[in-house]
């Protein structure tokens, strides 16, 4: 089971925090991914991080957005600054036992039900 929070209506400038809280039965922390879609787009990878600390991040996000870790409270986060319009979109966190590669949806197999991020001009 994985679950989202922290999305919100900001101006553009502005910073959000998402968390994600995932619950598996797994015997080693899952790699866990944040992805994007905005109406009528696809799903986007955003950031992803390993156990080890490892991340990967999608170029429109370099520098503003962090993906970090807890891994005794199983939880991620998103730290998102300087938001833009363009990163408006439901975003949802996704986890996978295997580690992290690629950051594309369809080898993710826990999905949260997304947290809606709107960013205004």
């Known amino acids: 089971q994985v679950r989202e929070s922290g999305g919100d209506s900001v101006q553009a400038g502005g910073s959000l925090r998402l968390s994600c809280a995932a619950s598996?039965?797994?015997?080693?922390?899952?790699?866990m991914a944040w992805f994007r879609q905005a109406p009528g787009e696809e799903r986007e990878g955003v950031a992803s991080?390993?156990?080890?600390?490892?991340?990967i991040y999608v170029d429109s996000v370099k520098g503003r957005f962090t993906i970090s870790r807890d891994n005794v409270k199983s939880t991620s986060y998103l730290q998102m600054n300087s938001l833009k319009p363009d990163d408006t979109g439901m975003y949802y966190c996704?986890?996978?036992?295997?580690?992290?590669?690629?950051?594309?949806?369809?080898?993710?197999?826990?999905w949260g039900q997304g947290t809606q991020v709107t960013v205004s001009s």
């Open positions: 996704a986890a996978r036992v295997p580690r992290c590669g690629a950051t594309i949806p369809r080898t993710y197999n826990y």
């Open positions: 598996m039965k797994a015997s080693i922390p899952p790699c």
């Open positions: 991080i390993d156990r080890d600390g490892t991340t």
